[in-house]
């Protein structure tokens, strides 16, 4: 059982330059997100989506996409990457409808723009 | 908006020590409350939650208690292990939002 599945795990990007991270789960959950990480700043939320074709705005959307096809993918999308997306993103699931659902996180993807 | 602050760090102690992790939170509802735990490396793993005020959620030694009147949700541990060596985050649940701390984190020292 793989759980929550992020690639590719590390990506160095030039200013200006797109780039589609990539997050598949194999829980059949209903919610997806995606995070990102910054020191002495916790967690961010970027976008979430609760279903297929249903996306929504977290805490920080600008400069990111989202689309969600499928129950099993939710990939990110930076259309024209910039040095403050420097970061680490998560990706993270639970099932919806339950109001104390737990999130499960993949292993995180590293991306350095210089 | 709601949020989480959590003491910063690091917290270095050395093995058996007592640990505390302060955590308060402003939050417009009742929220739900969690502590995560991030091992190097690696990403975030539930530790324990609470859903109410005073629950009290407990695990591998771990505990915080859901305190309303304080709006706090302080973890514990009474002799922390190297093993434990990790970042902490605390984060309330309100609706479809999950809102985390900044992290803290612990070092131990055998």
């Known amino acids: 059982n793989a759980g929550v599945t992020q690639t590719p795990k590390f990506q160095v990007l030039k200013t200006g330059q797109s780039m589609t991270l990539q997050c598949a789960q194999d829980?059949?959950?209903?919610?997806m997100s995606w995070y990102r990480q910054d020191p002495g700043m916790g967690l961010r939320l970027i976008h979430y989506?609760?279903?297929?074709?249903?996306?929504d705005q977290g805490e920080v959307p600008n400069g990111y996409n989202v689309s969600r096809s499928t129950t099993e993918d939710f990939p990110l999308r930076l259309l024209s990457a910039a040095p403050s997306q420097t970061s680490v993103y998560f990706c993270?699931?639970?099932?919806?409808?339950?109001?104390?659902?737990?999130?499960?996180f993949g292993e995180g993807s590293r991306l350095t723009v210089l | 908006g709601d949020s989480v602050t959590q003491m910063e760090g690091p917290v270095t102690l050395s093995e058996e020590a007592f640990l505390t992790i302060n955590c308060t939170y402003t939050?417009?509802?009742?929220?739900?409350l969690f502590w995560y735990v991030q091992y190097p490396g690696e990403g975030l793993q539930l530790l324990l939650k609470a859903t109410k005020a005073d629950d009290k959620g407990s695990n591998k030694g771990f505990e915080a208690t859901y305190r309303k009147e304080t709006t706090s949700f302080h973890l514990e541990k009474g002799s922390v292990q190297v093993s434990d060596s990790a970042v902490y985050f605390c984060?309330?649940?309100?609706?479809?939002?999950?809102?985390f701390g900044g992290g803290t984190r612990l070092m131990v020292k055998p």
């Open positions: 984060a309330l649940k309100y609706g479809n939002m999950l809102t």
């Open positions: 939050a417009t509802g009742y929220p739900s």
């Open positions: 829980m059949n959950h209903e919610y």
């Open positions: 989506s609760v279903g297929a074709g249903i996306t």
């Open positions: 993270a699931t639970r099932r919806q409808g339950i109001t104390t659902g737990e999130l499960f």
